[in-house]
């Protein structure tokens, strides 16, 4: 069955829904090997790696379930607003020195205002003049307008996380909708930016909210897709929520690579909870993924990243 479906990917056919779910059940080395295949058939060994950094932080008018900067939590996380263009400016240097080829803006709240989006573009227009990375954002739910600001100064990609299943969304949050969701990337896609988005595993969803997830990845379009596995956060509702052991994420990974054979599957959070930092989710097709230090520490971080993907075979590449 593994076979048969890797076939009819190569062949340009697309898995369906039921297909997808028959998955959960394969042998996972065949299922990791074959989604490897795919991976490099359609993506070739070409590995996207990027930085973020905390643009803003806390107060989060938001509910949603696992995060630590929602301010109807006790989670103790800092918190700060916007940060200068120049501090950004400086770590977005620091992360391309490193090899980095893309830099992401991650701001808390609901979306940002539009004298944060003045702030934001300016700093933009500093990143790209003075180092030449690539511009993310992540700055919630913001409009067409807003977008269209943003991707004239320079910044080229939006990231907004579905995190879950439409079915299982509502379990997570509900101070804004799925609708709400799809509705901030299709006014990024209209203001002619790419997209960055994918969810969470381990929030208590099913293997089926996983595909669907994964579906609706593809429906709309989407080539880069995030796959953070849950870290239980002290003070969130899911502070108790067991940790999803490497062999789950994993199998995860190689039917997201199925079902979204072209894109760039991203690991993100999580990776510090594996022994092997990834590794088993890169055998099973991922290609890409997030790398973390900061401007307090030495750097470790995205040196062993870049051990690592030599090691497996990749080149570092814009995905």
Not at 86 to 91: D, G, P, S
Not at 147 to 176: I, M, W
Not at 269 to 292: P, V
Request: net charge neutral; charged share 25%; aromatic share 4%.
């Amino acid at each position: 069955m593994v076979e048969q479906l890797k076939k009819k990917i190569l062949n340009g056919g697309e898995i369906n829904k039921a297909e997808a779910c028959l998955l959960a059940e394969a042998d996972l080395n065949e299922l990791m090997s074959a989604a490897n295949e795919i991976r490099e058939k359609m993506c070739g060994n070409t590995f996207d790696i990027c930085t973020i950094i905390n643009g803003k932080s806390g107060r989060c008018s938001e509910n949603c379930r696992y995060c630590a900067q929602s301010a109807c939590y006790n989670t103790r996380v800092d918190e700060y607003p916007l940060l200068p263009a120049e501090q950004m400016v400086k770590q977005a240097q620091y992360n391309k020195d490193r090899g980095v080829l893309r830099f992401s803006i991650v701001t808390s709240g609901r979306a940002l205002s539009d004298t944060e989006v003045d702030k934001v573009c300016e700093a933009v227009r500093q990143i790209r003049r003075e180092t030449g990375i690539k511009v993310c954002i992540s700055g919630g739910l913001m409009n067409e307008r807003q977008f269209k600001r943003l991707h004239a100064a320079g910044a080229d990609r939006v990231h907004n996380n579905l995190e879950t299943s439409q079915n299982y969304f509502p379990q997570v949050c509900t101070t804004h909708t799925y609708e709400d969701k799809k509705n901030a990337i299709r006014a990024a896609m209209a203001a002619g930016m790419s997209v960055c988005s994918g969810g969470i595993i381990g929030l208590g969803e099913s293997m089926e909210d996983r595909i669907d997830l994964a579906m609706t990845v593809r429906e709309l379009g989407i080539l880069s897709m995030p796959v953070n596995v849950l870290c239980p956060v002290k003070g969130t509702p899911y502070e108790n929520n067991p940790v999803l052991s490497e062999e789950e994420a994993a199998r995860t990974v190689a039917i997201i690579r199925f079902i979204n054979p072209k894109a760039a599957i991203r690991m993100a959070g999580g990776r510090a909870n594996m022994a092997d930092e990834g590794r088993m989710c890169f055998k099973a097709g991922a290609n890409a993924a997030i790398s973390g230090d900061m401007l307090t520490t030495s750097g470790y971080t995205i040196a062993k990243d870049m051990k690592m993907i030599g090691e497996l075979g990749f080149k570092t590449g814009l995905l």
